[in-house]
């Protein structure tokens, strides 16, 4: 998972990217709270593990963040003010966690897994999973559609399981190039434009088949899972029917 931290003290960032990425997982450090917006606005995280900033009180940077990325993202405040009125103000402010420092890495790695494993619906223990007419085999890297096997490669299966898992969520090209590439740079905008084609073409994700899988300009890509036109006229002529007519 790709993971923005927000801390000031060097020591303390050093020892929880060292927590996190001994677990798999991408961190990215930010300074200040206005450097974190400003990547926000370009770039897309699984996961925001935020301190008090010096340029800006929590529950106003909870506030911005939930501006800028305008869709959930979970947030953890990771911070020294234990008061309950800083841990309830923030929680009631949209955080999801808050873990007082000082935290051992083990248990700041354990809380942070919780919290993903809820929201991303993962799972070590799980070898398959379902999206619509679609199975995931993780094993084997393969991927069914209606039973039948799709020819995938490994990059593309990993392209493709990325992006069902975020449903609907716009993904950046940071973001894609981190977790399927393992690297942010030196990722040509041609590679990954075609990795795409070649996932929506072999997976058939057009609008005719209820998906759809859209570049945003200047940003990334998001597939969508959208109603058929001829679910969607059966879903019309059902509210049509069932509405009063007015005399």
Not at 32 to 55: C, I, K, N, P, T
Not at 115 to 120: A, I, P, Q, S, T
Not at 137 to 165: I, N
Not at 182 to 208: C, W, Y
């Amino acid at each position: 998972m790709r993971i923005a931290l927000l801390e000031e003290c060097p020591d303390y960032a050093a020892a929880t990217i060292q927590a996190l990425t001994t677990a798999g997982h991408t961190c990215h450090v930010f300074p200040s709270g206005m450097a974190l917006l400003r990547v926000l606005r370009r770039q897309s995280f699984d996961l925001l593990l935020l301190d008090w900033a010096s340029d800006m009180p929590g529950a106003d940077l909870l506030r911005a963040v939930r501006e800028v990325t305008r869709q959930y993202l979970p947030v953890i405040f990771v911070s020294t003010r234990g008061r309950d009125y800083d841990v309830t103000s923030i929680l009631d402010a949209g955080a999801d966690d808050y873990i007082v420092k000082p935290v051992s890495g083990p248990v700041l790695l354990a809380r942070v897994c919780a919290l993903l494993r809820r929201v991303y619906r993962s799972d070590p223990a799980v070898t398959h999973i379902t999206f619509g007419d679609f199975v995931f085999d993780l094993a084997s890297e393969c991927v069914l559609w209606q039973g039948m096997p799709m020819e995938l490669r490994r990059r593309e299966f990993e392209l493709a399981l990325l992006l069902f898992r975020n449903m609907g969520r716009p993904l950046s090209r940071v973001h894609i190039a981190e977790l399927v590439w393992k690297q942010a740079a030196d990722i040509p905008s041609r590679t990954m434009d075609t990795h795409i084609s070649m996932v929506r073409t072999k997976l058939g994700l057009r609008p005719e088949n209820g998906y759809r899988l859209m570049p945003i300009y200047g940003y990334g890509y998001r597939l969508e899972q959208i109603v058929c036109d001829a679910e969607s006229r059966s879903l019309e002529k059902h509210r049509d029917a069932a509405t009063p007519t007015r005399h």
